[in-house]
């Protein structure tokens, strides 16, 4: 019988202050340059791979088990010492500090999904005008950055990543006029009417590889590629591109990105349509609209886009 198994932790919330400050090379469709990351917030999985703790599930033996609770406690204490800018980094040095603790430990991934926290705006009472806290911060509770983190023991011992998976997960982004959906395929089950100018809107998540996954773990500023940035390049091109489908637009999407940073070798998309149901127009402006919150099911749309 053959077996494979893993087990770890999940969702450990972890809150870092005073990390290294992360900076980066900017780009014409974004006017972030790099975050202070007085606080660096994260929720943090990490699964443990390989057939080390099959005696756990075939006879109970817990003896090379290490407890959840521990790994919990372990991600705690050991970003403490974590002096990278990126969650990419982050994660990779938990990841490498438990293969180092725990030699029985196979290999395993590491996962996290940022939580982020923006400084609050307040009066300068020098200018008049109005600056960035330094100790105030307002929770965010849109997208946000993702990243997963493989790591294994070579024949020589060394620990490295075999992958890294950056990403901006739960955009949300509504353009009222610049879209259309026609001339598609009908028959005797189709009864949505073709519309030449629509609103759209669309939730997305977007993946992205590097060719060389150390550049998110020990950042060069000239080539890492913050998920801002991503998600700044996205909502300029939607703002400015006539599309023809949602897939036309991640389409769009990916070629801008691949062009922008050629230092990525994939980039990847997951959508959805949410357009809202429409339920009163004006009489007398047809721009004026009311609209609703539309009934699933939902469109889902994918795409991946690999350099040759």
Known sequence: MKTEIHYGKAAVSTYRTYATPLRVTPIPESP????????????????????????????????????????????????????????????????????????????????????????????????GGWRDSAVLFDRGHGDHGTAVVALDRTGDGAIVATEVHSGRADLEMIKVSGSSFAQFARDAYTTLPERTDRPLYVHLDIGWRYADPMIAITPDAARYVASEQVADLAATVFDG?????????????????????????????????????????????????????????FGRIGLVLRRD
């Open 32 to 127: 972030f340059t790099g975050r202070e990351n007085i606080i660096m917030g994260a929720a943090i999985d990490v699964r443990v791979l390989g057939e080390s703790f099959l005696a756990a599930y075939t006879g109970g033996d817990n003896r090379l088990v290490v407890a959840t609770d521990t790994m919990k406690n372990f991600i705690h204490r050991e970003s403490l010492a974590f002096d990278g800018p990126t969650l990419e980094g982050w994660l990779f040095f938990i990841g490498r500090r438990f293969l180092e603790t725990y030699p029985h430990m196979e290999r395993l991934e590491m996962s996290g999904r940022e939580a982020p926290f923006l400084a609050a705006r307040v009066p300068d009472g020098d200018s």
């Open 241 to 297: 591109f006539v599309s023809l489908s949602i897939q036309h637009l991640v389409h769009e999407i990916g070629q801008r990105a691949l062009a922008r940073w050629p230092q990525l070798t994939e980039i990847s998309f997951e959508a959805q349509n949410r357009l809202w149901d429409l339920s009163h127009t004006s009489d007398s402006d047809e721009r004026v609209k009311v609209y609703t919150d539309p009934r699933p099911p």
